[in-house]
């Protein structure tokens, strides 16, 4: 069978696209590579949140593979020996901690300021960020060069787009995050837009390929049948999900409002699980090898209501006094959404493992505590295996304040890129970090 294969179908007069996951029909007989010897895809992502973490309850106790959690990273225990702390390392860059912390974990680099507003500045990227390196390294292997997706709405300031994106191409120029899963979900599937009127009495787009998966199913094997019923039933459930969360519009030819604030507040949990099944498939399809998840902005203002949080979380961070208690849960509730993403990529078989073993995720945030905005003893953890470029479940923790450059630049190469440098001027390294090397 060809290594990309595609159902297709029409239905309500638009062409429907069903991807399929790799098969065993697909693979050699170990399920370690493609069936004509060449490797099976790694991917390099990026999951940010903004406002950075209390280090009371997040640095780990221990290093290497013997390290244990503290409360805000224990969340992370299911997936444990596939994400690694890094600890101890610090912006080079820093004049101004939003800024820095985010344009130094993302780019390596310092911010391009554009202006100024109130008693603080404006800016922008100056170079393009980690994902879109990745991005230009994976281009034209997959549909889709990048997938950027949202999950917390935007309520922060009028600083530029440092503060509004995670994803920059360069000054200015972004990839702004989708945070409407049904659009994420129209734009995978190529059905595109519809009026609610023909949203409600169109198709599943499953049924428009039902002929093309039956003669499938007929001709693999009995694991990959049972490997293409867990994939459509993924499918369909996203399906059922979004449906069940877009209520009639109210407007004619308006779009249906995307898990719609109840009683005020965001369905923070709910976009999440969606927009990590949504991720999950297009990787698991080959849709993409670079992505993007902007939890929540830097220097958000998303109110953490899950953790008692009755304020946005950037206000908190200044106005709540120490140890900052909600602060902390509002963190910890952020883990556990990670984890959230995380086991679903572990949960998503591909060749003789799972996607997360061939993941390198950059999780990370643009300071370390809001309270005083500092840009050392910076957050970081890599995710992933990076198809076995990566150890997995180890801490490593720096001595003499290292750049973060580090850590990019080994999640970069954990995702196979060949790199040899990642950042600019005070924020340029060569050398990655070995200890988390496999």
């Known amino acids: 069978m060809k290594r990309r294969t595609f159902l297709r179908g029409v239905v309500g007069g638009a062409v429907a696209t069903v991807a399929l996951p790799p098969l065993e029909a697909l693979l050699n007989t170990h399920g370690t590579a493609w069936a004509d010897g060449a490797e099976l895809p790694t991917r390099f992502g990026v999951w940010f949140w903004g406002n950075g973490v209390r280090r009371e309850h997040w640095l780990p106790d221990g290093e290497g593979a013997g390290w244990q959690p503290r409360d805000e990273l224990r969340p992370l225990t299911p997936v444990r020996d596939y994400v690694s702390p890094v600890t101890g390392l610090e912006i080079k860059t820093a004049t101004h901690p939003h800024h820095s912390g985010m344009t130094g974990i993302m780019t390596g680099a310092r911010y391009h300021q554009v202006g100024t507003t109130r008693d603080t500045i404006v800016t922008t990227f100056a170079h393009p960020s980690c994902d879109q390196i990745a991005a230009a390294h994976f281009e034209g292997q997959t549909p889709y060069r990048s ?6 709405r935007f309520r ?5 787009t440092t503060f509004q994106h995670l994803s920059h191409n360069g000054p200015n120029n972004v990839n702004p995050s989708e945070y409407d899963p049904r659009a994420v979900f129209d734009r995978l599937f190529g059905m595109g837009p519809t009026v609610p009127q023909v949203d409600r009495a169109r198709r599943s787009v499953l049924d428009a390929v039902h002929g093309q998966i039956r003669a499938l199913q ?3 094997g009995a694991r990959d049948r ?4 867990q994939h459509f039933e993924s499918v369909r459930a996203i399906e059922l999900r979004l449906d069940a969360a877009n209520p009639v519009c109210a407007t004619p030819g308006a779009p249906a409002a995307d898990y719609p604030d109840v009683e005020g507040r965001e369905q923070i949990a709910e976009r999440n699980r969606a927009m990590s099944d ?12 670079a992505f993007s998840v902007l939890f929540s902005s ?11 949080a009755q304020n946005g979380m950037h206000q908190m961070c200044h106005d709540e006094a120490a140890p900052q208690p909600t602060v902390h849960r509002a963190v ?3 883990m556990e959404q990670l984890s959230v993403f995380l086991q679903r990529l572990r949960d998503t078989p591909e060749g003789d493992g799972n996607l997360l073993d061939r993941c390198s995720i950059l999780c990370t945030t643009e300071l370390s ?4 905005h500092s840009n050392d003893e910076f957050p970081i953890l890599i995710a992933g295996k990076g198809g076995g470029r990566l150890r997995g479940g180890t801490h490593f923790r720096s001595r003499g304040s290292q750049n973060t450059s580090l850590a990019g630049l080994t999640a970069l190469r954990g995702a196979g890129l060949p790199l040899e440098s990642f950042g600019h001027d005070a924020g340029r390294v060569t050398d990655s970090i070995g200890a988390l090397e496999a």
Do not use: H, Q, Y
């Not at 830097?298 to 008692?308: D, M, Q, R, T």
């Open 298 to 308: 830097a220097g958000s203002g998303v109110i953490v209501w899950p953790a008692g």
């Open 332 to 334: 910890t509730f952020i």
């Open 369 to 372: 505590e809001g309270n005083v």
């Open 218 to 220: 007929g001709k693999v």
């Open 226 to 229: 049972a490997r293409l019923d």
């Open 147 to 152: 997938l950027e997706l949202g999950v917390c």
């Open 278 to 289: 949504l991720l999950a498939v297009a990787l698991a399809c080959d849709l993409t090898r």
């Open 156 to 160: 922060g300031t009028d600083e530029g």
